[in-house]
Protein backbone atom coordinates (compact mmCIF):
# COMPACT_ATOMS: atom_id res chain seq x y z
CA UNK A 1 0.00 0.00 0.00
CA UNK A 2 0.94 3.44 0.34
CA UNK A 3 2.79 5.16 2.76
CA UNK A 4 5.21 8.37 3.56
CA UNK A 5 8.22 7.83 5.60
CA UNK A 6 9.72 11.03 7.40
CA UNK A 7 12.47 11.94 9.33
CA UNK A 8 12.35 11.99 13.32
CA UNK A 9 11.99 14.71 15.19
CA UNK A 10 12.02 16.78 17.18
CA UNK A 11 13.99 19.42 15.05
CA UNK A 12 16.30 22.10 16.93
CA UNK A 13 17.17 24.91 15.24
CA UNK A 14 18.42 28.36 15.71
CA UNK A 15 16.22 31.23 13.89
CA UNK A 16 18.17 31.84 10.13
CA UNK A 17 19.12 28.37 10.13
CA UNK A 18 19.08 25.96 6.80
CA UNK A 19 16.17 23.51 7.44
CA UNK A 20 15.57 20.35 5.78
CA UNK A 21 12.68 17.85 6.17
CA UNK A 22 13.27 14.84 4.92
CA UNK A 23 10.56 12.83 3.24
CA UNK A 24 10.15 10.07 1.02
CA UNK A 25 7.17 8.18 -0.53
CA UNK A 26 5.74 4.58 -1.46
CA UNK A 27 2.47 4.70 -4.10
CA UNK A 28 0.88 2.87 -6.53
CA UNK A 29 -0.04 5.02 -9.61
CA UNK A 30 1.06 8.42 -9.72
CA UNK A 31 0.27 10.56 -6.66
CA UNK A 32 0.09 14.31 -5.65
CA UNK A 33 2.35 15.85 -2.81
CA UNK A 34 1.84 17.63 -0.04
CA UNK A 35 3.12 19.07 3.18
CA UNK A 36 0.90 20.47 5.94
CA UNK A 37 1.83 22.65 9.06
CA UNK A 38 0.37 22.04 12.50
CA UNK A 39 0.38 24.82 14.87
CA UNK A 40 0.05 24.12 18.66
CA UNK A 41 -3.86 23.63 19.19
CA UNK A 42 -4.66 23.78 15.92
CA UNK A 43 -5.81 21.88 12.90
CA UNK A 44 -3.80 21.00 9.58
CA UNK A 45 -3.11 24.10 7.25
CA UNK A 46 -2.01 23.72 3.25
CA UNK A 47 1.55 24.33 3.33
CA UNK A 48 2.67 23.59 -0.22
CA UNK A 49 1.41 21.34 -2.76
CA UNK A 50 3.40 19.34 -6.12
CA UNK A 51 1.19 17.06 -8.53
CA UNK A 52 3.34 16.20 -10.93
CA UNK A 53 7.41 15.55 -11.30
CA UNK A 54 9.32 18.41 -11.24
CA UNK A 55 6.92 20.84 -9.87
CA UNK A 56 8.60 22.80 -7.14
CA UNK A 57 5.78 23.80 -4.54
CA UNK A 58 6.58 27.22 -2.60
CA UNK A 59 4.93 29.27 0.28
CA UNK A 60 6.24 31.46 3.23
CA UNK A 61 9.73 30.82 2.09
CA UNK A 62 9.06 26.91 2.03
CA UNK A 63 10.11 24.73 -0.80
CA UNK A 64 9.81 21.04 -2.13
CA UNK A 65 10.52 19.21 -5.24
CA UNK A 66 8.10 16.60 -6.44
CA UNK A 67 11.14 13.66 -7.29
CA UNK A 68 9.55 11.35 -9.29
CA UNK A 69 13.41 9.14 -9.60
CA UNK A 70 14.16 9.44 -5.48
CA UNK A 71 10.18 9.19 -5.00
CA UNK A 72 11.22 11.75 -2.28
CA UNK A 73 9.78 15.65 -1.71
CA UNK A 74 12.10 17.13 1.24
CA UNK A 75 10.94 20.33 2.54
CA UNK A 76 13.74 22.91 2.93
CA UNK A 77 13.58 26.86 4.26
CA UNK A 78 16.98 29.04 3.83
CA UNK A 79 16.29 30.90 7.31
CA UNK A 80 13.81 29.83 9.82
CA UNK A 81 11.77 31.76 12.21
CA UNK A 82 10.88 31.18 15.50
CA UNK A 83 7.16 31.44 14.43
CA UNK A 84 7.65 28.64 11.77
CA UNK A 85 7.64 26.02 15.20
CA UNK A 86 5.15 23.28 14.30
CA UNK A 87 4.32 19.89 13.38
CA UNK A 88 5.55 19.41 9.64
CA UNK A 89 3.47 16.62 7.72
CA UNK A 90 4.52 15.34 4.53
CA UNK A 91 1.56 13.47 2.68
CA UNK A 92 -0.05 12.10 -0.65
CA UNK A 93 -3.12 11.62 -2.49
CA UNK A 94 -4.06 8.99 -4.84
CA UNK A 95 -7.13 7.62 -6.88
CA UNK A 96 -10.51 8.42 -6.42
CA UNK A 97 -10.74 7.58 -2.97
CA UNK A 98 -8.97 10.78 -1.89
CA UNK A 99 -7.05 9.27 0.63
CA UNK A 100 -4.30 11.68 1.92
CA UNK A 101 -1.78 9.30 3.63
CA UNK A 102 0.11 10.81 5.86
CA UNK A 103 3.75 10.77 7.28
CA UNK A 104 4.34 10.57 11.26
CA UNK A 105 5.31 14.07 11.47
CA UNK A 106 7.97 16.08 12.34
CA UNK A 107 8.59 18.62 15.55
CA UNK A 108 10.26 21.55 14.30
CA UNK A 109 11.69 23.69 17.17
CA UNK A 110 13.35 27.13 16.61
CA UNK A 111 15.05 28.86 19.04
CA UNK A 112 16.52 32.68 19.60
CA UNK B 1 -14.92 32.88 6.79
CA UNK B 2 -14.51 29.06 4.97
CA UNK B 3 -14.27 26.74 7.70
CA UNK B 4 -14.36 23.45 8.92
CA UNK B 5 -16.07 23.60 12.60
CA UNK B 6 -15.73 20.92 14.75
CA UNK B 7 -17.47 20.59 18.47
CA UNK B 8 -16.66 19.84 21.08
CA UNK B 9 -13.21 20.62 20.81
CA UNK B 10 -12.36 18.19 24.41
CA UNK B 11 -14.54 15.92 25.36
CA UNK B 12 -13.87 12.94 28.54
CA UNK B 13 -16.10 10.41 28.76
CA UNK B 14 -16.31 6.52 29.81
CA UNK B 15 -16.25 3.28 28.28
CA UNK B 16 -19.40 2.48 26.76
CA UNK B 17 -21.36 5.23 26.65
CA UNK B 18 -21.92 6.81 23.18
CA UNK B 19 -20.92 9.43 21.63
CA UNK B 20 -21.49 12.16 18.45
CA UNK B 21 -18.20 14.64 17.75
CA UNK B 22 -19.73 17.17 14.92
CA UNK B 23 -18.48 18.40 12.18
CA UNK B 24 -19.77 21.13 9.52
CA UNK B 25 -18.37 22.88 7.00
CA UNK B 26 -19.35 25.70 5.14
CA UNK B 27 -17.43 25.84 1.48
CA UNK B 28 -19.94 23.70 -0.22
CA UNK B 29 -17.62 20.94 -0.10
CA UNK B 30 -18.72 17.92 -1.74
CA UNK B 31 -15.85 15.30 -0.10
CA UNK B 32 -15.60 15.01 3.48
CA UNK B 33 -13.14 12.67 5.59
CA UNK B 34 -12.58 11.68 9.22
CA UNK B 35 -8.80 10.91 10.47
CA UNK B 36 -7.42 10.38 14.08
CA UNK B 37 -3.85 11.63 15.19
CA UNK B 38 -1.66 9.37 17.44
CA UNK B 39 1.38 10.09 18.08
CA UNK B 40 4.49 8.07 16.22
CA UNK B 41 1.67 7.16 13.45
CA UNK B 42 0.29 10.37 11.91
CA UNK B 43 -2.93 10.90 10.76
CA UNK B 44 -4.89 7.65 9.54
CA UNK B 45 -8.61 8.26 7.79
CA UNK B 46 -11.09 6.82 9.31
CA UNK B 47 -14.46 7.04 7.19
CA UNK B 48 -14.76 9.18 3.82
CA UNK B 49 -17.73 10.64 1.66
CA UNK B 50 -17.66 11.28 -1.53
CA UNK B 51 -21.20 13.42 -1.54
CA UNK B 52 -24.28 13.08 -0.27
CA UNK B 53 -25.88 9.76 1.09
CA UNK B 54 -22.07 7.92 0.12
CA UNK B 55 -19.90 6.71 2.98
CA UNK B 56 -16.80 4.41 3.04
CA UNK B 57 -14.41 2.97 5.25
CA UNK B 58 -11.03 4.41 5.56
CA UNK B 59 -7.89 2.57 7.15
CA UNK B 60 -9.71 2.48 10.88
CA UNK B 61 -12.88 2.17 10.80
CA UNK B 62 -13.64 -0.11 13.23
CA UNK B 63 -15.72 0.84 15.95
CA UNK B 64 -17.03 3.94 14.53
CA UNK B 65 -19.86 5.12 12.76
CA UNK B 66 -20.50 7.96 9.89
CA UNK B 67 -23.54 9.37 8.53
CA UNK B 68 -23.97 12.16 5.60
CA UNK B 69 -27.87 13.38 5.55
CA UNK B 70 -26.64 16.72 4.57
CA UNK B 71 -23.82 18.05 2.40
CA UNK B 72 -22.77 20.11 5.33
CA UNK B 73 -22.18 18.32 7.85
CA UNK B 74 -20.35 14.79 8.96
CA UNK B 75 -21.04 13.66 12.05
CA UNK B 76 -18.86 10.94 13.89
CA UNK B 77 -20.12 8.33 16.35
CA UNK B 78 -18.78 5.98 18.85
CA UNK B 79 -21.69 3.51 19.87
CA UNK B 80 -19.50 2.22 22.56
CA UNK B 81 -15.97 4.53 22.94
CA UNK B 82 -13.11 1.99 24.32
CA UNK B 83 -9.86 3.60 25.68
CA UNK B 84 -8.14 2.45 22.53
CA UNK B 85 -9.96 5.36 21.03
CA UNK B 86 -8.59 8.08 23.03
CA UNK B 87 -6.89 10.21 20.37
CA UNK B 88 -6.99 13.69 18.59
CA UNK B 89 -9.76 13.47 15.89
CA UNK B 90 -9.91 15.70 12.83
CA UNK B 91 -12.73 16.53 10.67
CA UNK B 92 -11.62 17.45 6.87
CA UNK B 93 -13.34 18.67 3.67
CA UNK B 94 -12.33 19.12 -0.28
CA UNK B 95 -14.00 20.66 -2.90
CA UNK B 96 -14.57 17.48 -4.82
CA UNK B 97 -12.45 13.75 -4.95
CA UNK B 98 -9.61 13.80 -7.03
CA UNK B 99 -5.43 14.13 -7.44
CA UNK B 100 -4.90 17.55 -7.11
CA UNK B 101 -7.74 19.27 -4.59
CA UNK B 102 -6.88 20.35 -1.67
CA UNK B 103 -8.05 19.32 2.32
CA UNK B 104 -9.44 21.94 4.96
CA UNK B 105 -8.92 20.48 8.18
CA UNK B 106 -11.18 21.39 11.25
CA UNK B 107 -9.32 22.56 14.76
CA UNK B 108 -9.38 18.65 16.14
CA UNK B 109 -11.22 17.11 18.77
CA UNK B 110 -9.19 15.67 21.84
CA UNK B 111 -11.11 12.36 23.14
CA UNK B 112 -10.56 10.14 26.21
CA UNK B 113 -12.11 7.28 26.87
CA UNK B 114 -11.53 6.32 31.08
Known amino acids: GDSVTQMEGPVTLSEEAFLTINCTYTATGYPSLFWYVQYPGEGLQLLLKATKADDKGSNKGFEATYRKETTSFHLEKGSVQVSDSAVYFC???????????FGTGTRLQVTL | EAQVTQNPRYLITVTGKKLTVTCSQN?????MSWYRQDPGLGLRQIYY???????DKGDVPEGYKVSRKEKRNFPLILESPSPNQTSLYFCASSPRGGMKTEAFFGQGTRLTVV
Open chain 2, 49 to 55: SMNVEVT
Open chain 2, 27 to 31: MNHEY
Open chain 1, 91 to 101: ALLTGTASKLT
